[in-house]
């Protein structure tokens, strides 16, 4: 299986400034058809995990543009450009490139 | 607008089957656009992918190797549905149990993500 880690695993921020969070791969997860097969979630507490990202840069469906994501192979970042205090809780990417779909472990994203 | 209901038993015995029931509204469990998939969460391990099941001219699944030969995961087209079963469980398998709709694109066939999710459901599993 892909092993994904991510990094840092406790993240206490600001608001108003800016946020970032890595995530890697043991293998590539760019696909044949060029796309970085990469989602990113946002579990707020008491909650289900919710779609930040998809295919390593695309934000879901009614995601604020201060959610941003990069990267491509084994290396990804999550940007926050300016944090809110509703951005608070953990932070998961997946791997979707093959089956089985990997979590990393997580980023708690908490308000300092 | 795609909204999916869990539900099933939130206490299982060792060594019994637990049974967990997606339903679907907004969407089919037949769609060639979508995968239904199963996740688990627990302090121990974090969040963890159990499988999925699509229709993509027949019906096919993937399980994760952890739990590979005691999970099934099956549609119901008579009831829009889907559900999980998880064979011989240990206390080890206690989770909040989540079910997830994969995204995929109509037209290029595209993954778009699991952008939506179940409300979860909380399984211990003890004598």
């Known amino acids: 299986d892909i092993v994904v880690t991510q990094s840092p695993l406790s993240l206490p921020v600001t608001p108003g400034e800016p946020a970032s969070i890595s995530c890697r791969s043991s293998?590539?997860?760019?696909?044949?058809?060029?796309?970085?097969?990469l989602d990113w979630y946002l579990q707020k507490p008491g909650q289900s995990p919710q779609l930040l990202i998809y295919?390593?840069?695309n934000r879901a469906s009614g995601v604020p543009d201060r959610f941003s994501g990069s990267g491509s192979g084994t290396d990804f970042t999550l940007k926050i450009s300016r944090v809110e205090a509703e951005d608070v809780g953990v932070y998961y990417c997946m791997q979707t490139v093959q089956a089985p779909f990997i979590f990393g472990p997580g980023t708690k994203v908490d308000i300092k | 607008q795609v909204q999916l209901q869990q539900s099933g038993p939130g206490l299982v015995k060792p060594s019994q089957t637990l049974s967990l029931t997606c339903a679907i509204s907004g969407d089919s469990v037949s769609s060639n656009s979508a995968t239904w998939n199963w996740i688990r969460q627990s302090p121990s391990r974090g969040l963890e992918w159990l499988g999925r099941t699509f229709y993509r001219s027949k019906w096919s699944n993937d399980y994760a190797v952890s739990v590979k030969g005691r999970i099934t995961i099956n549609p119901d087209t008579s009831k829009n549905q889907f559900s999980l079963q998880l064979n011989s469980v240990t206390p080890e398998d206690t989770a909040v149990f989540y079910c997830?709709?994969?995204?995929?694109?109509?037209?290029?066939?595209?993954?778009?993500?699991?952008?939506?999710w179940g409300q979860g459901t909380t399984v211990t599993v003890s004598s």
């Open positions: 293998q590539s997860l760019l696909y044949s058809n060029g796309y970085n097969y």
């Open positions: 295919l390593g840069s």
């Open positions: 997830a709709r994969g995204n995929y694109n109509r037209s290029n066939a595209l993954y778009h993500g699991m952008g939506v």
